[in-house]
Antibody, heavy 125, light 108 residues
Framework: EVQLVESGGGLVQPGGSLRLSCAASGFSFSTYWMSWVRQAPGKGLEWVAHIKQDGSEKYYVDSVKGRFTISRDNAKNSLFLQMNSLRTEDTAVYFC??????????????????WGQGTLVTVSS | EIVLTQSPGTLSLSPGERATLSCRASQSVSSNYLTWYQQKRGQAPRLLIYGASSRATGIPDRFSGSGSGTDFTLAISRLEPEDSAVYYCQQYGSLPLAFGGGTKVEIK
């Protein structure tokens, strides 16, 4: 059974930093592209970033470019999101999501077949 | 950048009825790369449909997707109380990946 468990959320002041983690199990983590998706309170879903199997390719939504960094540790079956220069508009539940893509090019598979339960990040003074 | 508009905002129907949800794209979605997700209150989203019309593993055949180009539809036949949720479409034919604003389905 695929399991994705996020951690690391919490309350942080504007301008601060936070590092989210996602522990994966039940599948061959190192062979899949992975992603972060967020959801502001009472709002819809927003793709944040995704990363290739070996970490050599990373893609971000414009609003987080230069502030957030997605990374992974395949030896530990873990996905990370380093969030710097946080803004109030970054307040959201952050979901770790698996993409059904095992190829080197993920075109045609950039969707999310399994999701974690999410971790809440609150940016407020 | 593709923008997805979902309608209606809320759908209130009785058990056994059929729900029809719309997702309209601001430009053509490449290769009909469109998914539908179901999100129940307090839960993570669940993949229902990919490639506009293919059901994900374990999804009952009451859920069906159709459409192409800029107009897509999710139909839920024989509504059950457990279908109460918000439904989102997502395009994955181009970056940035984009979701629609969601349609809330209420079961009377």
């Amino acid at each position: 059974e695929v399991q994705l468990v996020e951690s690391g959320g919490g309350l942080v002041q504007p301008g601060g930093s936070l590092r989210l983690s996602c522990a994966a199990s039940g599948f061959s983590f190192s062979t899949y592209w992975m992603s972060w998706v967020r959801q502001a309170p009472g709002k819809g879903l927003e793709w944040v970033a995704h990363i290739k199997q070996d970490g050599s390719e990373k893609y971000y939504v414009d609003s987080v470019k230069g502030r957030f960094t997605i990374s992974r540790d395949n030896a530990k079956n873990s996905l990370f999101l380093q969030m710097n220069s946080l803004r109030t508009e970054d307040t959201a539940v952050y979901f770790c999501a698996k993409m059904p893509c095992t190829t080197t090019s993920c075109y045609g598979f950039l969707y999310f077949d399994y999701w974690g339960q999410g971790t809440l990040v609150t940016v407020s003074s | 950048e593709i923008v997805l508009t979902q309608s209606p905002g809320t759908l209130s129907l009785s058990p056994g009825e059929r729900a029809t949800l719309s997702c309209r794209a601001s430009q053509s979605v490449s290769s009909n790369y469109l998914t539908w997700y179901q999100q129940k209150r307090g839960q993570a989203p669940r993949l229902l449909i990919y490639g506009a019309s293919s059901r994900a593993t374990g999804i009952p055949d009451r859920f069906s997707g159709s459409g192409s180009g800029t107009d897509f539809t999710l139909a839920i036949s024989r509504l059950e109380p457990e279908d109460s949720a918000v439904y989102y479409c997502q395009q994955y034919g181009s970056l940035p990946l984009a979701f629609g604003g969601g349609t809330k389905v209420e079961i009377k």
